[in-house]
């Protein structure tokens, strides 16, 4: 049988034209469903919940892709809000927190994407960056206006790690992110860096553990990059 993986859905408020009250919505995007179809696993989509009902989903799935969304409350990380944080939803990181310590208690697969990567560091005890603005070496545009398909940064990759031989030394990635890495999650190491050193993605793969994490978005850039293409394709390897 393939591998059955959980997709984190965001948890958004919508207001709906005739509907009297904001419309709460498990939504979340459609590419990363197709990726796991095509890489050959069988997507399902885990609405926000509780903490029990969430750690249930790691009994019912072979491995999980934490989605982008919202910024994680900073209170998760140990933090207050400052000026620049944008909207937060403390039920979903709390959903997300709880999912994800339970699929690393089961040694069970993890792929963070963007904000699945902030939410695996904040697991871990790391901290983020709340804006841009405030980590000072900032200097490319990561939060790119190009459409999402196209690269706009090459990072480079820890020579020996996972992820290298995975996809190699050096990746072409799209951007889309306001917050980023700073103090790093115990037992996390970082294995990518942008140009202007941001963290653009993390492994664990010791200790039983099968973590990793982009600051990208391969989800739009895998039916033109191969290289894109086998982070979902070794998920789901990394499933069965
Ligand atoms: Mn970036």
Redesign the pocket.
């Known amino acids: 049988m393939k591998p059955i993986i959980g997709i984190t859905a965001d948890y958004i408020f919508e207001v709906k034209g005739n509907y009297p009250n904001p419309m709460p919505m498990d939504l979340v995007a459609g590419n990363i469903s197709i990726a796991v179809r095509q890489a050959g696993g069988i997507p399902i989509i885990l609405p926000t919940a509780p903490e029990e009902a969430a750690r249930s989903y790691a009994d019912i799935i072979d491995g999980l892709i934490l989605s982008g969304g919202y910024d994680v409350d900073p209170s998760f990380y140990g933090q207050d809000t400052r000026a620049l944080t944008g909207i937060t939803c403390p039920e979903r990181d709390l959903s997300e927190l709880s999912l994800t310590d339970e699929m690393v208690k089961k040694n069970k697969p993890v792929l963070g994407i963007c904000r699945g990567l902030q939410i695996i560091n904040s697991l871990f005890k790391g901290t983020l960056h709340q804006d841009l603005s405030y980590y000072k070496d900032a200097y ?1 545009k ?1 939060q790119q206006e190009t459409p999402m398909k196209h690269a706009t ?1 090459k990072v480079s990759i820890k020579a020996g790690s996972y992820l290298a031989d995975l996809i190699g030394e050096e990746a072409a ?1 799209n ?1 889309l ?1 306001h917050q ?1 890495i700073n103090e790093v999650g115990e037992g996390l190491e970082v294995v990518s860096r ?1 140009k202007d050193g ?1 963290v ?1 993605a993390v492994e664990c793969m010791e200790d039983g553990r099968s973590i990793l994490a982009v ?2 978005h391969p989800e739009d850039m895998f039916e033109t990059d191969e290289s894109q293409m086998r982070l979902f394709t070794d998920l789901i390897e990394r499933s069965k």
Request: negative net charge.
């Open positions: 490319l990561h940064q990635i951007s992110h980023l942008a941001a653009e600051q990208w």
